[in-house]
Protein backbone atom coordinates (compact mmCIF):
# COMPACT_ATOMS: atom_id res chain seq x y z
CA UNK A 1 0.00 0.00 0.00
CA UNK A 2 1.59 3.30 -0.85
CA UNK A 3 2.39 6.20 1.61
CA UNK A 4 -0.53 8.05 0.05
CA UNK A 5 -3.31 5.32 0.23
CA UNK A 6 -2.03 4.82 4.77
CA UNK A 7 -2.10 8.67 5.03
CA UNK A 8 -5.78 9.07 3.70
CA UNK A 9 -6.73 6.07 5.93
CA UNK A 10 -5.21 7.23 8.80
CA UNK A 11 -7.20 11.06 8.08
CA UNK A 12 -10.23 9.48 6.89
CA UNK A 13 -9.72 7.32 10.55
CA UNK A 14 -9.20 10.92 12.44
CA UNK A 15 -12.47 12.31 10.77
CA UNK A 16 -14.66 9.45 11.94
CA UNK A 17 -12.86 9.45 15.35
CA UNK A 18 -13.88 13.48 15.79
CA UNK A 19 -17.40 13.02 14.03
CA UNK A 20 -17.98 10.17 16.37
CA UNK A 21 -17.02 12.07 19.51
CA UNK A 22 -19.27 14.92 18.22
CA UNK A 23 -22.33 12.56 18.27
CA UNK A 24 -21.29 11.27 22.18
CA UNK A 25 -20.89 14.25 23.95
CA UNK A 26 -23.35 15.96 26.20
CA UNK A 27 -24.50 19.07 24.83
CA UNK A 28 -22.04 22.16 25.58
CA UNK A 29 -21.48 25.58 24.27
CA UNK A 30 -20.43 26.69 20.87
CA UNK A 31 -16.84 27.24 21.12
CA UNK A 32 -16.77 29.98 18.24
CA UNK A 33 -20.00 31.92 19.46
CA UNK A 34 -21.06 31.14 23.11
CA UNK A 35 -24.04 32.20 23.28
CA UNK A 36 -25.07 29.50 21.41
CA UNK A 37 -24.83 25.16 21.83
CA UNK A 38 -23.50 22.66 20.15
CA UNK A 39 -24.78 19.15 19.77
CA UNK A 40 -23.82 16.21 17.77
CA UNK A 41 -21.80 18.48 16.18
CA UNK A 42 -23.95 21.28 15.04
CA UNK A 43 -24.67 24.74 16.32
CA UNK A 44 -28.23 24.74 18.68
CA UNK A 45 -30.46 27.70 20.02
CA UNK A 46 -32.96 25.66 22.29
CA UNK A 47 -36.65 27.15 21.32
CA UNK A 48 -39.84 25.70 22.63
CA UNK A 49 -43.53 25.53 24.20
CA UNK A 50 -43.09 23.26 26.99
CA UNK A 51 -45.65 21.88 29.65
CA UNK A 52 -45.52 22.99 33.65
CA UNK A 53 -42.32 21.01 34.50
CA UNK A 54 -44.29 18.16 35.88
CA UNK A 55 -43.70 15.25 33.31
CA UNK A 56 -41.31 13.04 35.45
CA UNK A 57 -43.16 13.49 39.42
CA UNK A 58 -46.92 13.47 37.66
CA UNK A 59 -47.44 9.68 37.67
CA UNK A 60 -50.89 10.98 35.47
CA UNK A 61 -48.58 12.28 32.89
CA UNK A 62 -48.19 10.78 29.47
CA UNK A 63 -44.49 12.11 28.82
CA UNK A 64 -43.93 9.86 25.87
CA UNK A 65 -47.16 11.30 23.98
CA UNK A 66 -45.57 14.45 25.30
CA UNK A 67 -42.30 13.80 23.76
CA UNK A 68 -43.48 12.29 20.42
CA UNK A 69 -45.61 15.44 20.08
CA UNK A 70 -42.90 18.24 20.76
CA UNK A 71 -40.65 16.02 18.43
CA UNK A 72 -43.31 15.91 15.90
CA UNK A 73 -44.12 20.21 15.99
CA UNK A 74 -40.32 20.80 15.95
CA UNK A 75 -39.45 21.82 19.43
CA UNK A 76 -36.45 20.44 20.77
CA UNK A 77 -36.42 21.41 24.52
CA UNK A 78 -38.34 20.59 27.59
CA UNK A 79 -37.70 21.71 31.59
CA UNK A 80 -38.72 19.24 34.20
CA UNK A 81 -38.86 19.55 38.09
CA UNK A 82 -37.01 16.81 40.02
CA UNK A 83 -39.62 16.55 43.24
CA UNK A 84 -37.90 18.77 45.63
CA UNK A 85 -40.67 20.78 44.91
CA UNK A 86 -44.30 20.43 43.50
CA UNK A 87 -47.60 21.97 43.88
CA UNK A 88 -51.04 21.54 45.49
CA UNK A 89 -54.03 21.12 42.49
CA UNK A 90 -56.49 23.37 44.86
CA UNK A 91 -53.92 26.11 45.33
CA UNK A 92 -51.78 26.67 42.41
CA UNK A 93 -51.49 30.03 41.30
CA UNK A 94 -54.97 30.09 39.62
CA UNK A 95 -54.49 26.99 36.51
CA UNK A 96 -56.76 25.16 36.07
CA UNK A 97 -54.84 22.08 35.32
CA UNK A 98 -51.46 21.70 36.49
CA UNK A 99 -48.74 19.15 35.24
CA UNK A 100 -47.12 20.70 38.50
CA UNK A 101 -50.03 19.89 41.36
CA UNK A 102 -50.23 15.77 40.90
CA UNK A 103 -53.38 14.10 42.81
CA UNK A 104 -51.69 13.12 46.18
CA UNK A 105 -51.54 9.36 45.36
CA UNK A 106 -50.03 10.23 42.21
CA UNK A 107 -47.23 12.35 42.78
CA UNK A 108 -43.65 10.44 42.38
CA UNK A 109 -40.50 11.60 43.60
CA UNK A 110 -36.43 10.10 44.26
CA UNK A 111 -36.88 9.22 47.94
CA UNK A 112 -39.21 6.18 49.35
CA UNK A 113 -42.25 7.17 51.66
CA UNK A 114 -44.23 5.89 54.53
CA UNK A 115 -47.29 6.78 56.02
CA UNK A 116 -47.25 8.35 59.41
CA UNK A 117 -50.59 9.20 61.29
CA UNK A 118 -52.02 9.90 57.94
CA UNK A 119 -49.09 12.14 56.91
CA UNK A 120 -46.48 10.85 53.90
CA UNK A 121 -43.09 11.33 55.26
CA UNK A 122 -39.99 11.27 53.27
CA UNK A 123 -37.40 9.18 53.78
CA UNK A 124 -34.09 10.91 52.19
CA UNK A 125 -31.85 8.24 53.10
CA UNK A 126 -33.48 5.54 51.08
CA UNK A 127 -34.23 6.29 46.99
CA UNK A 128 -37.33 5.46 45.06
CA UNK A 129 -36.53 2.67 42.19
CA UNK A 130 -40.07 3.40 40.82
CA UNK A 131 -38.71 7.62 40.19
CA UNK A 132 -35.75 6.73 38.18
CA UNK A 133 -36.67 4.29 36.54
CA UNK A 134 -39.59 6.79 35.04
CA UNK A 135 -36.80 9.35 35.32
CA UNK A 136 -34.86 6.80 32.75
CA UNK A 137 -37.32 5.85 30.60
CA UNK A 138 -38.20 10.08 29.72
CA UNK A 139 -34.43 10.75 29.25
CA UNK A 140 -33.77 7.78 26.92
CA UNK A 141 -36.83 8.83 24.80
CA UNK A 142 -36.38 12.69 25.13
CA UNK A 143 -32.53 11.58 23.85
CA UNK A 144 -33.86 9.35 20.72
CA UNK A 145 -35.84 12.48 19.53
CA UNK A 146 -33.44 14.54 20.08
CA UNK A 147 -34.95 17.15 22.97
CA UNK A 148 -32.68 18.59 25.71
CA UNK A 149 -34.06 18.33 29.18
CA UNK A 150 -33.40 21.31 31.38
CA UNK A 151 -33.36 19.70 34.72
CA UNK A 152 -34.16 22.22 37.57
CA UNK A 153 -33.14 20.57 40.80
CA UNK A 154 -34.73 23.19 43.39
CA UNK A 155 -37.35 25.73 43.39
CA UNK A 156 -38.41 28.81 45.66
CA UNK A 157 -41.32 28.00 47.51
CA UNK A 158 -43.94 30.61 47.39
CA UNK A 159 -46.18 30.30 50.21
CA UNK A 160 -46.53 28.25 53.59
CA UNK A 161 -49.03 25.89 52.55
CA UNK A 162 -46.76 24.48 50.02
CA UNK A 163 -44.06 24.41 52.49
CA UNK A 164 -46.87 22.93 54.95
CA UNK A 165 -46.46 19.71 52.46
CA UNK A 166 -42.92 20.18 51.17
CA UNK A 167 -40.75 17.03 51.15
CA UNK A 168 -37.96 19.50 52.65
CA UNK A 169 -39.98 20.31 55.75
CA UNK A 170 -38.42 18.79 59.12
CA UNK A 171 -42.01 17.68 59.86
CA UNK A 172 -42.84 15.61 56.50
CA UNK A 173 -38.90 14.04 56.41
CA UNK A 174 -38.65 10.13 57.70
CA UNK A 175 -36.33 11.37 60.44
CA UNK A 176 -36.70 14.99 60.52
CA UNK A 177 -36.54 17.15 63.61
CA UNK A 178 -37.22 20.93 64.92
CA UNK A 179 -38.58 23.45 61.96
CA UNK A 180 -37.22 25.39 59.72
CA UNK A 181 -38.26 28.99 58.09
CA UNK A 182 -38.73 28.23 54.75
CA UNK A 183 -37.09 31.36 53.60
CA UNK A 184 -33.67 29.40 55.05
CA UNK A 185 -34.39 26.38 53.04
CA UNK A 186 -32.16 27.69 50.05
CA UNK A 187 -29.44 29.52 52.29
CA UNK A 188 -26.25 27.10 54.23
CA UNK A 189 -27.99 28.24 57.24
CA UNK A 190 -30.80 25.44 56.79
CA UNK A 191 -29.15 23.01 59.24
CA UNK A 192 -28.93 19.19 58.48
CA UNK A 193 -30.87 19.74 55.37
CA UNK A 194 -27.78 21.40 53.50
CA UNK A 195 -26.30 17.49 53.69
CA UNK A 196 -29.06 16.20 52.44
CA UNK A 197 -29.93 18.50 49.54
CA UNK A 198 -26.23 17.70 49.05
CA UNK A 199 -26.60 14.21 48.64
CA UNK A 200 -29.82 14.12 46.84
CA UNK A 201 -27.91 16.85 43.59
CA UNK A 202 -25.51 13.96 44.02
CA UNK A 203 -27.42 10.80 43.24
CA UNK A 204 -29.13 13.19 40.20
CA UNK A 205 -25.83 13.58 38.78
CA UNK A 206 -24.93 10.08 38.83
CA UNK A 207 -27.57 8.72 37.45
CA UNK A 208 -28.08 11.49 34.90
CA UNK A 209 -24.51 11.17 33.82
CA UNK A 210 -25.01 8.97 31.14
CA UNK A 211 -27.01 11.06 28.67
CA UNK A 212 -26.14 13.89 26.58
CA UNK A 213 -29.25 15.87 25.75
CA UNK A 214 -29.59 18.02 29.35
CA UNK A 215 -28.22 20.82 31.77
CA UNK A 216 -28.63 21.34 34.95
CA UNK A 217 -30.62 24.10 36.66
CA UNK A 218 -29.70 25.20 40.02
CA UNK A 219 -33.13 26.78 41.39
CA UNK A 220 -36.37 28.17 40.21
CA UNK A 221 -36.76 31.64 40.92
CA UNK A 222 -34.36 31.77 43.50
CA UNK A 223 -35.00 35.46 44.06
CA UNK A 224 -38.57 34.49 45.35
CA UNK A 225 -37.11 32.85 48.42
CA UNK A 226 -34.97 36.31 49.22
CA UNK A 227 -35.79 39.04 46.83
CA UNK A 228 -33.32 41.81 46.74
CA UNK A 229 -35.19 44.36 44.84
CA UNK A 230 -32.57 46.29 41.80
CA UNK A 231 -34.49 47.60 39.64
CA UNK A 232 -38.36 48.84 39.23
CA UNK A 233 -39.37 48.77 35.44
CA UNK A 234 -42.84 51.14 35.98
CA UNK A 235 -40.51 54.17 35.30
CA UNK A 236 -40.92 55.01 39.01
CA UNK A 237 -37.10 54.52 39.96
CA UNK A 238 -38.15 53.25 43.34
CA UNK A 239 -36.95 49.99 44.72
CA UNK A 240 -39.89 49.36 46.78
CA UNK A 241 -43.64 48.28 46.84
CA UNK A 242 -45.33 44.62 47.04
CA UNK A 243 -46.21 44.34 43.23
CA UNK A 244 -43.54 42.14 41.99
CA UNK A 245 -44.79 42.70 38.24
CA UNK A 246 -43.26 46.19 37.94
CA UNK A 247 -40.21 45.51 39.63
CA UNK A 248 -36.92 43.46 39.12
CA UNK A 249 -35.76 41.22 42.22
CA UNK A 250 -31.90 39.36 42.55
CA UNK A 251 -31.55 36.54 44.91
CA UNK A 252 -29.13 37.86 47.84
CA UNK A 253 -26.54 37.55 49.22
CA UNK A 254 -27.58 34.00 51.22
CA UNK A 255 -28.99 32.67 48.51
CA UNK A 256 -26.18 33.34 45.60
CA UNK A 257 -23.67 31.57 48.71
CA UNK A 258 -25.85 27.97 48.58
CA UNK A 259 -26.50 28.20 44.94
CA UNK A 260 -22.85 28.39 44.55
CA UNK A 261 -22.53 25.27 46.76
CA UNK A 262 -25.10 23.30 44.88
CA UNK A 263 -22.92 24.30 41.68
CA UNK A 264 -20.09 23.39 43.33
CA UNK A 265 -21.69 19.76 44.12
CA UNK A 266 -22.82 19.05 40.55
CA UNK A 267 -18.95 19.96 39.35
CA UNK A 268 -17.76 17.43 42.00
CA UNK A 269 -19.73 14.45 41.52
CA UNK A 270 -18.82 14.80 38.01
CA UNK A 271 -15.05 15.24 38.00
CA UNK A 272 -14.94 11.46 39.08
CA UNK A 273 -18.36 10.79 36.09
CA UNK A 274 -17.08 9.96 32.05
CA UNK A 275 -19.56 13.21 31.34
CA UNK A 276 -19.59 17.04 32.26
CA UNK A 277 -22.80 18.86 31.67
CA UNK A 278 -23.69 22.62 31.63
CA UNK A 279 -25.05 24.55 34.60
CA UNK A 280 -27.67 27.00 34.38
CA UNK A 281 -28.22 30.11 36.91
CA UNK A 282 -31.88 31.49 37.33
CA UNK A 283 -31.20 35.38 37.79
CA UNK A 284 -34.13 37.29 37.43
CA UNK A 285 -37.67 38.43 36.24
CA UNK A 286 -37.81 40.92 33.38
CA UNK A 287 -34.13 42.17 33.07
CA UNK A 288 -31.64 42.76 35.05
CA UNK A 289 -27.57 43.57 34.56
CA UNK A 290 -26.32 40.63 36.31
CA UNK A 291 -23.76 41.82 38.51
CA UNK A 292 -21.10 38.38 38.43
CA UNK A 293 -21.15 35.07 37.03
CA UNK A 294 -19.76 31.76 38.95
CA UNK A 295 -17.00 29.67 36.97
CA UNK A 296 -19.46 27.15 37.16
CA UNK A 297 -22.63 28.71 34.89
CA UNK A 298 -22.83 28.52 31.31
CA UNK A 299 -26.43 29.70 30.94
CA UNK A 300 -28.00 32.78 32.66
CA UNK A 301 -31.53 32.68 32.44
CA UNK A 302 -34.94 34.55 33.37
CA UNK A 303 -38.27 34.76 33.14
CA UNK A 304 -40.67 36.88 31.55
CA UNK A 305 -37.94 38.54 29.84
CA UNK A 306 -37.77 41.84 28.34
CA UNK A 307 -35.09 42.05 25.06
CA UNK A 308 -32.57 43.70 27.80
CA UNK A 309 -32.15 40.63 29.41
CA UNK A 310 -30.00 39.84 26.55
CA UNK A 311 -28.23 42.81 25.61
CA UNK A 312 -26.99 43.62 29.10
CA UNK A 313 -25.55 40.44 29.51
CA UNK A 314 -24.23 39.92 26.59
CA UNK A 315 -21.06 40.20 27.34
CA UNK A 316 -20.86 37.43 29.83
CA UNK A 317 -20.35 35.21 26.86
CA UNK A 318 -22.96 32.85 28.10
CA UNK A 319 -25.91 31.57 26.75
CA UNK A 320 -28.66 33.99 27.65
CA UNK A 321 -31.81 32.22 28.36
CA UNK A 322 -35.62 33.54 28.38
CA UNK A 323 -36.36 30.35 30.45
CA UNK A 324 -40.25 30.90 31.26
CA UNK A 325 -43.41 33.08 29.39
CA UNK A 326 -46.65 33.85 31.30
CA UNK A 327 -48.55 36.28 32.83
CA UNK A 328 -49.30 38.46 29.79
CA UNK A 329 -52.69 36.65 28.49
CA UNK A 330 -53.36 33.59 26.48
CA UNK A 331 -52.82 35.34 22.98
CA UNK A 332 -50.65 33.17 20.44
CA UNK A 333 -49.42 36.56 19.64
CA UNK A 334 -48.01 37.64 22.93
CA UNK A 335 -45.42 34.51 23.00
CA UNK A 336 -44.98 34.76 19.41
CA UNK A 337 -43.45 37.88 19.24
CA UNK A 338 -41.62 37.77 22.95
CA UNK A 339 -39.49 34.51 21.22
CA UNK A 340 -38.88 36.51 18.06
CA UNK A 341 -37.67 39.30 19.87
CA UNK A 342 -35.58 38.04 22.64
CA UNK A 343 -34.06 35.27 19.82
CA UNK A 344 -33.11 38.80 17.29
CA UNK A 345 -31.77 40.57 21.03
CA UNK A 346 -28.93 37.86 21.18
CA UNK A 347 -30.51 35.17 23.36
CA UNK A 348 -30.28 31.21 22.80
CA UNK A 349 -32.90 29.71 24.56
CA UNK A 350 -36.53 30.32 24.30
CA UNK A 351 -39.15 28.47 26.48
CA UNK A 352 -42.95 29.25 26.60
CA UNK A 353 -44.76 27.73 29.61
CA UNK A 354 -47.62 25.90 27.48
CA UNK A 355 -50.33 25.03 29.48
CA UNK A 356 -52.34 23.84 26.88
CA UNK A 357 -50.23 20.05 28.36
CA UNK A 358 -51.50 18.65 30.78
CA UNK A 359 -53.09 15.51 31.63
CA UNK A 360 -55.29 13.62 29.15
CA UNK A 361 -53.99 16.67 26.84
CA UNK A 362 -50.41 15.40 26.26
CA UNK A 363 -50.66 16.01 22.82
CA UNK A 364 -50.94 20.09 23.49
CA UNK A 365 -54.50 20.47 21.96
CA UNK A 366 -55.50 21.20 25.73
CA UNK A 367 -57.97 24.41 26.81
CA UNK A 368 -57.10 25.41 30.29
CA UNK A 369 -57.50 28.36 32.41
CA UNK A 370 -53.98 29.62 33.35
CA UNK A 371 -51.73 32.85 33.63
CA UNK A 372 -50.15 32.06 30.85
CA UNK A 373 -50.55 30.58 26.77
CA UNK A 374 -49.89 27.57 24.63
CA UNK A 375 -51.18 26.19 21.47
CA UNK A 376 -50.71 24.10 18.47
CA UNK A 377 -50.57 27.07 16.52
CA UNK A 378 -47.89 28.68 18.65
CA UNK A 379 -45.71 25.69 18.33
CA UNK A 380 -46.29 26.01 14.49
CA UNK A 381 -45.39 29.36 14.62
CA UNK A 382 -42.20 28.81 17.12
CA UNK A 383 -41.10 26.37 14.59
CA UNK A 384 -40.90 28.84 12.16
CA UNK A 385 -38.55 30.80 14.17
CA UNK A 386 -36.56 27.68 15.07
CA UNK A 387 -35.84 27.01 11.31
CA UNK A 388 -35.18 30.26 10.40
CA UNK A 389 -32.56 30.62 13.07
CA UNK A 390 -31.21 27.10 12.19
CA UNK A 391 -30.94 27.78 8.49
CA UNK A 392 -27.48 30.99 9.68
CA UNK A 393 -24.07 30.28 10.02
CA UNK A 394 -24.53 30.77 13.92
CA UNK A 395 -20.74 30.58 14.53
CA UNK A 396 -20.79 34.45 13.04
CA UNK A 397 -24.49 35.06 14.10
CA UNK A 398 -24.75 38.00 16.99
CA UNK A 399 -27.37 40.80 17.26
CA UNK A 400 -26.82 44.15 15.68
CA UNK A 401 -28.83 46.86 16.69
CA UNK A 402 -27.62 49.29 15.44
CA UNK A 403 -27.43 48.11 11.44
CA UNK A 404 -31.27 49.42 11.48
CA UNK A 405 -30.85 53.20 10.99
CA UNK A 406 -34.41 53.79 11.03
CA UNK A 407 -38.18 52.12 10.20
CA UNK A 408 -40.86 54.96 11.32
CA UNK A 409 -43.88 53.83 13.16
CA UNK A 410 -42.42 50.46 13.66
CA UNK A 411 -39.93 48.63 16.58
CA UNK A 412 -37.36 46.40 15.11
CA UNK A 413 -34.72 43.60 16.30
CA UNK A 414 -31.67 42.71 14.08
CA UNK A 415 -29.03 40.22 14.18
CA UNK A 416 -26.14 39.95 11.62
CA UNK A 417 -25.53 37.21 9.95
CA UNK A 418 -22.12 37.96 8.50
CA UNK A 419 -20.92 39.21 5.81
CA UNK A 420 -23.51 42.39 5.59
CA UNK A 421 -26.16 40.23 5.59
CA UNK A 422 -29.14 40.61 8.69
CA UNK A 423 -32.08 38.95 9.54
CA UNK A 424 -34.57 41.53 11.06
CA UNK A 425 -37.85 41.76 12.55
CA UNK A 426 -40.09 44.14 12.69
CA UNK A 427 -43.22 45.05 14.54
CA UNK A 428 -46.48 46.87 14.17
CA UNK A 429 -45.77 50.16 16.41
CA UNK A 430 -48.11 52.97 14.53
CA UNK A 431 -47.45 52.15 11.24
CA UNK A 432 -47.88 48.92 8.86
CA UNK A 433 -46.12 50.13 5.81
CA UNK A 434 -42.71 51.98 6.25
CA UNK A 435 -39.30 53.16 4.19
CA UNK A 436 -36.68 50.71 6.37
CA UNK A 437 -33.03 51.84 6.51
CA UNK A 438 -30.50 49.92 7.10
CA UNK A 439 -26.58 51.32 7.43
CA UNK A 440 -23.88 49.39 5.04
CA UNK A 441 -20.35 49.81 4.79
CA UNK A 442 -20.74 49.04 1.23
CA UNK A 443 -22.35 50.24 -2.48
CA UNK A 444 -23.82 46.58 -2.96
CA UNK A 445 -27.01 45.37 -4.71
CA UNK A 446 -28.80 43.53 -1.55
CA UNK A 447 -31.18 40.82 -1.66
CA UNK A 448 -34.66 41.54 0.20
CA UNK A 449 -36.61 38.70 1.43
CA UNK A 450 -39.73 38.19 3.67
CA UNK A 451 -40.73 35.40 5.64
CA UNK A 452 -44.36 35.05 7.19
CA UNK A 453 -44.11 34.20 10.75
CA UNK A 454 -47.40 32.50 10.54
CA UNK A 455 -46.61 30.67 7.64
CA UNK A 456 -43.40 30.46 7.29
CA UNK A 457 -43.82 31.52 3.70
CA UNK A 458 -41.22 32.97 1.66
CA UNK A 459 -41.36 35.59 -0.77
CA UNK A 460 -38.71 37.88 -2.46
CA UNK A 461 -38.86 41.88 -2.23
CA UNK A 462 -36.55 42.43 -4.40
CA UNK A 463 -33.30 44.07 -5.20
CA UNK A 464 -31.90 47.79 -3.81
CA UNK A 465 -28.34 49.30 -4.05
CA UNK A 466 -26.87 50.73 -1.21
CA UNK A 467 -26.14 54.33 -1.40
CA UNK A 468 -23.94 56.43 0.56
CA UNK A 469 -23.77 53.54 3.22
CA UNK A 470 -27.77 53.65 3.46
CA UNK A 471 -29.90 50.69 2.18
CA UNK A 472 -33.48 51.96 1.81
CA UNK A 473 -36.14 49.91 0.81
CA UNK A 474 -40.06 49.64 1.54
CA UNK A 475 -41.42 47.22 3.53
CA UNK A 476 -45.83 46.31 4.15
CA UNK A 477 -45.88 43.79 7.06
CA UNK A 478 -48.48 41.15 7.52
CA UNK A 479 -50.58 40.75 10.61
CA UNK A 480 -48.59 43.30 12.17
CA UNK A 481 -45.28 41.79 12.00
CA UNK A 482 -42.78 40.54 9.25
CA UNK A 483 -39.34 39.20 9.41
CA UNK A 484 -36.87 39.96 6.62
CA UNK A 485 -34.11 38.01 5.08
CA UNK A 486 -30.99 41.02 3.87
CA UNK A 487 -27.96 39.39 1.97
CA UNK A 488 -25.76 40.48 -0.54
CA UNK A 489 -27.37 39.79 -4.09
CA UNK A 490 -25.55 37.22 -6.34
CA UNK A 491 -26.57 38.29 -9.17
CA UNK A 492 -24.77 41.72 -9.15
Not at 109 to 136: C, D, H, I, M, Q
Not at 375 to 402: C, F, G, M, W, Y
Request: charged share 20%; aromatic share 12%.
Amino acid sequence: MSIKKIFGLFFFGLCTFSFSQAQNNPIKLLEANPHYFEYKGKPLALITSAEHYGAILNQDFDFEEYLRTLHDEGMNYTRIFMGSYFEIPSKSFSIQHNTLAPASEKVVVPWLTLSENGLTKYNWAAYNPAYFERLGQFMKLAQELNIIVEVTLFSSIYNDDHWEMNPQNPKNRAVGVGTLDRKLVHTVDNGELLILQKMYVSKLVKELNEYDNFFFEIQNEPWSDRPKTVLNIANTYALDGPNWQVKVDLADEKSLEWQEAIAETIAQTEANLPKKHLIAQNYSNFKASVPSVSKHISIINFHYNWPESATWNYHWNRVIGFDESGFAGSEDMVYRRQAWVFILSGGGLFNNLDYSFFVGKEDGTGDNEAPGGGSTALRKELNILSKTIHSLDLKVTKPDQSALVAAPGMTGYVLSTGNESWLVYLIEAGKSTSQITIGTKSHNTFKIESINTFTGEKKDLGNYVANNQKLEFPVSLIEGEIVLKITISKDY
